[in-house]
């Protein structure tokens, strides 16, 4: 089993970095557990061979990013693909910009772009909105756990940015350096970081912010720093990508970790609940850290949901 942190470059999909680390790994059976847009950058996990199996364990962390909106404009696809479909005028602040930040975090529902992967009918709504008969998107389900305005500039800067105890932000010195899309134009721009959800466009959150600030806004550039207990920091380049670069899958599930007897790991792969007084999901481990299984507790007792090895 085998789980990779990737820092994806910019204008590659989601799907070409799994192709490309199919070749370097050897192996067709690799996927990701969250895609990440051509025109963003930053931290994408795949798993490959029997890894494969976490994905419906993982798909629901929350996830951190560091946002560049632009204010005064707007696209089609609400980020910097282009070309600006209407312009209009800044007439705020930083303060007023950091006013109405923390509204977001009482939001639940939101629609989502119109460019996005959603299915209506079978269709997805990019596919619909290129062919020039986008869908009608209601709300969904939305999170913003946390907000905090990094900077505000007259024009799109890729700030380096630089690890913290208090999550990824913009680097005094050194720090990993940010590669932007090609600008649209000088237009006022915020850097904001946000831990969201899952479900949660952050092109989304550039629109309404754009109208909460009575003016339009797009995304013009956005790094994900984070997924659940991994950060960017973890991340190797594609091309460096190889099965010796490995995260073990301890280090990445979000459930508390069980290590067990050599006997309480034989009854595991039986499938027989164990008497241990959990509640919700944990990690089932042996002696050596090596994953056997994902349980879920009812306070009495583990039930088995996942079993990963054949033998203890």
Known sequence: MALYAVDKPLHLTSHDAVEEARKRLGTRRVGHTGTLDPLATGLLLLVSEESTKLVPFLSGEDKEYIAWVSFGATTPTLDAEGPVSEEAPVRFDRKDLESVLPSFLAL???????????????????????????????????????????????????????????GWRLAEKGGRKVELPKPLGDYPTAVIRLVVGPGTYVRAFARDLGEKLRTKAFLSGLVRTRIG????????????????????????????????????????????????????????????????????????????????????
């Open 108 to 166: 639940r529902e939101q629609v989502p772009p119109l460019y996005s992967a959603i299915k209506v009918g079978g269709k997805r709504a990019y596919e619909a909105a290129r062919e020039g008969k986008p869908l009608e998107l209601g709300p969904r389900p939305v999170r913003y756990v946390e907000l905090e305005l990094l900077a505000f500039d007259p024009k799109p800067i890729p700030h380096p940015i630089a690890p913290s105890a208090k």
């Open 229 to 312: 207990k991994v950060g960017l920091e973890r991340a190797v380049r594609l091309s460096e990508l190889s099965p010796e670069k490995a995260i073990p899958e301890v280090d990445v599930l979000p459930f508390p970790v069980v290590e067990l007897s050599h006997t309480e790991a034989r009854r595991v792969l039986e499938g027989v609940p164990l008497p241990i007084p959990a509640l919700g999901y944990v990690t089932l481990v042996d002696s050596r850290r090596r994953l056997l299984a994902i349980a879920e507790g009812d306070g009495f007792k583990l039930k088995i949901r996942r079993v990963f090895v054949k033998e203890a």
